[in-house]
Structures are given as structure tokens and as C-alpha cells.
């Protein structure tokens, strides 16, 4: 069984500041990418930023030079950095993870609970 499971979310004022964390845990051989979508209320879920392997980084357009997105695969936690925050990134943030599962040959996606982040003008 592999969980996710977010932290950091909260509430701050328009400018501020503000680290998620998705800590993945359970019986996972490898994590090929993890990332942060969020939904606001009456709208899709939208893709914020994600990270393969490799490090390699993709963010939306609304949040680039913002947001920065990481991740420690010692310790399969993926973490987003959020600068500069406006009214409109309050959301519901949800943690994405392609994972392996030990003992599966494919790649699964699993999903955090979400987190809420409001940001206040």
C-alpha cells in the first residue's frame, strides 16, 4: 500500500509565503515523478509543477518564478516552495506521485488528501 500524505498548507496574506511537503510512504520501488495540482472552488484541477527522476521541473505559466518545486528521494518527500502568493493561488492543493510499487512492474498514480491554502488580499 503506498500513501501520501501533504503538510504546510494554511492561511497568509497576499505576498507571503508558504513550503507544502508530500511525504510518500509504504511499499514503493521507485517514484518516477512527483507533482502539486490544485483546485479551486467551481474550477478543474489544474497542474501547478512537477519532477521526475532526474530533477527535471515543470511548472504552470500562472506560477513560474514563484513557485519552486523539489523533492529529497532519500526520503521520498516532494516539497513546493510558494513565494509571492496571490488570492488566486488559494486552492486545495493536491500531491501527485507516478510510483512502482515493490513486486508490480507498473507505474501507479497516487494521490494525497489535499491541503487547503488561502491567501488573503
Known amino acids: 500500500q503506498v500513501q501520501l500524505v501533504e503538510s504546510g498548507g494554511g492561511l497568509v496574506q497576499a505576498g507571503g509565503s508558504l513550503r507544502l511537503s508530500c511525504a510518500a510512504s509504504g511499499s514503493i520501488f521507485s517514484i518516477n515523478a512527483m507533482g502539486w495540482y490544485r483546485q479551486a472552488p467551481g474550477k478543474q484541477r489544474e497542474l501547478v509543477a512537477d519532477i521526475d527522476s532526474d530533477g527535471r521541473t515543470n511548472y504552470a505559466d500562472s506560477v513560474k518564478g514563484r513557485f519552486t518545486i523539489s523533492r529529497d528521494n532519500a526520503q521520498n518527500t516532494g516539497y513546493m516552495q510558494m513565494n509571492s502568493l496571490k488570492p488566486e493561488d488559494t486552492a486545495v492543493y493536491f500531491c501527485?506521485?507516478?510510483?512502482?510499487?515493490?513486486?508490480?512492474?507498473?507505474?501507479?498514480?497516487?494521490w494525497g488528501q489535499g491541503t487547503q491554502v488561502t491567501v488573503s488580499s
Open positions: 501527485h506521485g507516478a510510483i512502482r510499487p515493490w513486486g508490480r512492474l507498473g507505474v501507479y498514480d497516487y
